[in-house]
């Protein structure tokens, strides 16, 4: 795992809401803690024998931070638009199939009830309808990645 991949993970942390997370593989282990004021990542690494370990808590000591302020200065830019979040914990699809158009592309004008994402809970694909009515502004999410119960999906323009 590279230090692009921790950041990732961080972020992906700090947008989830958990306060805990705790990841170990075979040579490397990583907890992250996030509370009101500031994230907390510990980075602990075995290193291949004969090679000196540098420590990666050193070197990415200031990540939460930064982090948490890119995140504060985002969400002020997007306090106008309405968010639709995901109601269910599973995996997020832009399309029906994989041979299909997406649901829905920035720009797009949705209304109520249009559906515009589908999230697969236990093989059970579910469509996520809009509740509002506006114009598409931002997709929140990848396709095919995980998403968590009340995590923002889209941003739309209600104007």
């Not at 230090?3 to 075979?26: H, R, T, W």
């Amino acid at each position: 795992m590279d230090l692009k991949d921790i950041q990732n993970l961080i972020k992906f942390v700090a947008k989830s809401g958990a306060s805990e997370v705790k990841l170990e593989m075979e040579d490397i282990k990583i907890t992250i803690k996030t509370g009101s004021d500031k994230t907390e990542t510990t980075i602990v690494q075995q290193a291949p024998l004969g090679i000196p370990q540098m420590p990666l808590g050193a070197t990415s000591g200031n990540l939460p931070t930064e982090t948490i302020n890119v995140e504060t200065a985002s969400k002020d830019e997007n306090s106008k638009y309405i968010e639709i979040k995901s109601p269910i914990i599973g995996t997020f699809y832009r399309k029906p199939s994989p041979d299909k158009p997406v649901f829905v592309e920035v720009g797009d004008t949705v209304n109520k009830d249009t559906v515009v994402c589908i999230v697969e809970a236990m093989k059970l694909f579910n469509e996520i309808e809009s509740e509002v009515s506006g114009k598409i502004v931002k997709i929140l999410v990848e396709d095919g990645t995980p998403v968590e119960f009340g995590q923002p999906l889209f941003l739309v323009d209600p104007s």
